[in-house]
């Protein structure tokens, strides 16, 4: 699986972002799609993770509200909305695939198997 991760760019607070992430190759319907972001200096963290299905959704305690994962299996993507957009969301943020542990772990970086190169989201103050 090959990850494609777009949508980032140099924004100023308060507007919103859809970043998406497209994938080619085969899939599976027991994959989770994740996201994560690493801002500078920081580790990495999760940010937001989805059944394959769509229908089982989890996020990072400290974003909810203000973002919203989504899959459209039809064309092999799924995104990440972030709306009021703030200084401290510049990151990194990279999109994942998970194909072997199940939903159980998908707050876990180390147990997602394939990667996109990631998208830089900064935002002015």
């Known amino acids: 699986v090959q990850l494609q991760a777009s949508g980032g760019g140099l924004v100023p607070a308060g507007v919103s972002l859809r970043l998406s992430c497209v994938a080619s190759?085969?899939?599976?319907?027991?994959?989770?799609l994740g996201w994560f972001r690493q801002a500078p200096g920081k580790e990495r963290e999760f940010v937001a993770a989805i059944t394959f299905s769509g229908r089982t959704t989890r996020y990072a305690n400290s974003l909810k509200g203000r973002f919203t994962i989504s899959r459209d299996n039809a064309e092999n993507a799924f995104y990440l909305q972030v709306n009021s957009l703030k200084p401290e969301d510049t990151a990194i943020y990279y999109c994942?695939?998970?194909?072997?542990?199940?939903?159980?772990?998908?707050?876990?970086?180390?147990?997602?198997?394939?990667w996109g190169q990631g998208t830089l989201v900064t935002v002015s103050s």
């Open positions: 994942a695939v998970e194909s072997r542990s199940g939903f159980s772990y998908y707050y876990e970086s180390d147990k997602y198997d394939y």
């Open positions: 190759g085969r899939t599976n319907s027991n994959y989770v």
